[in-house]
């Protein structure tokens, strides 16, 4: 007599079906939790900074200490500067870890100003009992006592001390020549050329 065995499989899909559905269940659970980002204290030092007077078109380095006295670390969400002169340096610094200091290296290009200039530079991140960390700085800036180049002039200097590499590829400005715009008539266009 042949023993007719009852096929196990179908217990093993419906255990294996409920261990999936536990997995999904605690990775949704983990998922779903909301982070909570330790905040910090950070303070800067010296946040009012006065320079020494600068001549114009001279680039100033300007170097903020940040300090983290707290247990987690500082992750910096944000460096905004209250003008387009002031420019964060590339690879500017991220976290600043727990119990230590970190700097943030920016630098002031001087071309646009004459006389008293006053900046300010923020910090964004996750900070306790403030949004930002505010750093302020004032220089003079001083013209040249023979002759005082306007802002096309400092442009020029500045576009002949890196090569004029931009003139020689795209050519210098009087010398691009014309477009015409699509409004035009085609009469226009056919006499053009």
């Known amino acids: 007599m042949k023993s007719?065995?009852?096929n196990n499989s179908t217990i093993s899909i419906a255990q294996k079906s409920?261990?999936?559905l536990k997995l999904l269940t605690v990775f949704a659970l983990i998922v779903s939790c909301e982070y909570k980002e330790e905040l910090v204290?950070?303070?800067?030092?010296?946040?009012?900074r006065h320079y020494y007077p600068i001549t114009q078109g001279q680039e100033l380095n300007i170097i903020v200490k940040l300090e983290n006295t707290s247990d987690y670390p500082f992750k910096i969400t944000d460096i905004l500067t209250s003008c387009g002169c002031v420019i964060v340096k590339k690879g500017a610094l991220e976290v600043v870890p727990a119990q230590s200091t970190g700097y943030i290296e920016l630098t002031y290009n001087s071309n646009k100003n004459i006389g008293l200039v006053n900046h300010f530079i923020y910090v964004y991140g996750n900070l306790n009992k403030m949004d930002k960390l505010e750093a302020n700085f004032d220089v003079h800036v001083v013209p040249d006592?023979?002759?005082?180049p306007d802002y096309e002039e400092l442009y020029q200097k500045e576009i002949s001390e890196k090569g004029g590499l931009k003139n020689m590829v795209?050519?210098?400005?009087?010398n691009k020549g014309?477009?015409?715009s699509s409004g035009d008539s085609e009469e226009e266009n056919n006499n053009s050329n």
């Open 170 to 174: 795209e050519g210098n400005e009087n």
């Open 4 to 6: 007719i065995c009852t």
């Open 41 to 48: 204290d950070v303070k800067i030092v010296d946040p009012v």
């Open 145 to 148: 006592a023979l002759y005082t």
């Open 178 to 180: 014309y477009y015409i």
């Open 18 to 20: 409920i261990r999936l």
